[in-house]
């Protein structure tokens, strides 16, 4: 089994930063992709960012240029830098890994976002 611990959100104000953080312990060679999604009151969950153990990304349109997402391998721990936020981007973040046949391995307990003046 795969255990993911997120760490990061919290409170900042339209056009701030914020940094999340997902580590990732147990069965971590069945990891092959490692993502991002959120979910905002009263709508679905919706992809983020994701990365695969080589380092190919994709976003969702309405991040893509504003957030980045990385990984560290060896520490078994992947990163969203959130940049220029907006109020849209206020949601619950859950880091979620897959293995490379695509199972869910994961989704972390999910950390908040508020984006707010």
């Known amino acids: 089994q795969v255990q993911l611990v997120e760490s990061g959100g919290g409170l900042v104000q339209p056009g701030g930063s914020l940094r999340l953080s997902c580590a990732a312990s147990g069965s971590i060679f069945s990891i092959y992709v490692m993502g991002w999604y959120r979910q905002a009151p009263g709508k679905q969950r919706e992809l983020v960012a994701v990365i695969t153990s080589g380092g190919t990304t994709n976003y969702a349109d309405s991040v893509r240029g504003r957030f980045t997402i990385s990984r560290d391998n060896a520490k078994n721990t992947a990163y969203l830098q959130m940049n220029s936020l907006k109020p849209d981007d206020t949601a619950v973040y859950y880091c979620?890994?897959?293995?490379?046949?695509?199972?869910?391995?994961?989704w972390g307990q999910g950390t908040q976002v508020t984006v707010s003046s």
């Open positions: 979620n890994t897959q293995s490379r046949a695509g199972s869910v391995l994961a």
